[in-house]
């Protein structure tokens, strides 16, 4: 009986433990959404007004010369990004985006050339797919390392670009939901096209008085353009990043239960082990009374 109250003892310990560094990641994890939403908040104010300067330059100047060269229809390429993790215990986060961008990019006419993966477990999976992969990229670690991830992206897309490797650029990224759950998402971030201009273009003003592009919308459109793209990227990374952390946290949310239910069983057995040995110890000592009375 000593044995098993002893092996008992050392399931509950390493039980316990288990449960604290489950805690740990649950708050780390809450903690990280908070700072991942509020970037997303922030940026989603900001592409607001980087729009309505785009849709005032546009206006005022008319098609914007940011536009890829033209390619043939059936010599299209495609390049994409795919936001996923680096590390696990995160279910099917990356499974659900990687599906989702195959599917996607296996309806696009044109051919599949470049795919950018943010993530060692996105890579993987993208991998397997057999599409063509351009590179590695690691998840940032925070908010304030997404701008060099982004500024990295977009150094690489725009050589692809003027090699003619790629026409079209998609960005696929899980969203984050209510509660802890997320959607898959995509966005065709290039080329900025006539029906995207249109669509820019024909934002109304948010108040009664249209402002004034100073110098022209000339030197000013490129560079709304520029931050229009890094915003979106940037976006996309931080609203995949807090997805990622809400998945975390609903794992850690079902191991902390799937802990608490082994604890419990652990307990009743180990209360049963020791009440079984105290019943046997005490059936021993009067058992040897009887015994001595006997000799009496």
């Known amino acids: 009986m000593s044995g098993a109250t002893e092996s008992l003892g050392k399931k509950i310990s390493t039980a316990g433990d288990l449960e604290g560094v489950v805690r740990a990641m649950k708050a780390l994890a809450v903690s990280s ?3 991942y939403e509020k970037s997303v908040q922030a940026l989603g104010d900001y592409n607001r007004t980087v729009e309505l300067g785009i849709a005032l330059c546009l206006r005022k100047r008319g098609p914007p010369p940011f536009v890829p060269a033209k390619a043939h ?3 299209d390429t495609v390049g994409a990004v795919v936001f996923g993790s680096d590390q696990g ?4 986060f990356n499974e659900v985006i990687v599906e989702f961008a195959k599917g996607t990019l296996g ?3 044109g051919k599949t050339r470049k795919i950018w993966a943010v993530g060692e477990r996105a890579h993987a999976l993208m991998a397997d797919t057999g599409l063509t992969q351009a590179g590695t990229l690691a998840v940032p670690s925070s908010v304030g390392a997404i701008t060099p991830l982004i500024g990295q992206v977009l150094i690489e897309v725009e050589q692809a670009i003027e090699k003619g490797e790629i026409v079209d650029f998609y960005l696929f990224h899980n969203r984050p939901k209510l509660g802890s759950s997320y959607e898959p998402v995509d966005k065709r971030l290039l080329p900025l096209d006539h029906a995207w201009q249109s669509k820019i273009a024909a934002m109304p ?3 009664k008085s249209v402002a004034e592009v100073i110098e022209g919308p000339t030197p000013a459109l490129p560079a709304f353009i520029r931050e229009y793209i890094f915003v979106s990227l940037f976006q996309a990374c931080a609203e995949s990043l807090a997805a990622e952390n809400a998945s975390r946290l609903a794992a850690m ?3 902390e239960k799937s802990i608490d239910d082994m604890l419990v069983d652990l307990n009743r057995k180990f209360h049963r082990v020791r ?3 105290i019943d046997e110890e005490l059936f021993d000592v009067i058992s040897g009374y009887e015994a001595l009375l006997a000799k009496e």
Do not use: F, H
Request: glycine share 14%; no cysteine; net charge positive.
């Open 89 to 92: 215990l995160v279910g099917r």
């Open 253 to 255: 949310q079902r191991a």
């Open 107 to 109: 309806g696009l006419p």
């Open 73 to 75: 229809p059936d010599r």
């Open 275 to 277: 009440q079984e040995s």
């Open 205 to 207: 003003w948010p108040t």
């Open 33 to 35: 959404i908070g700072q």
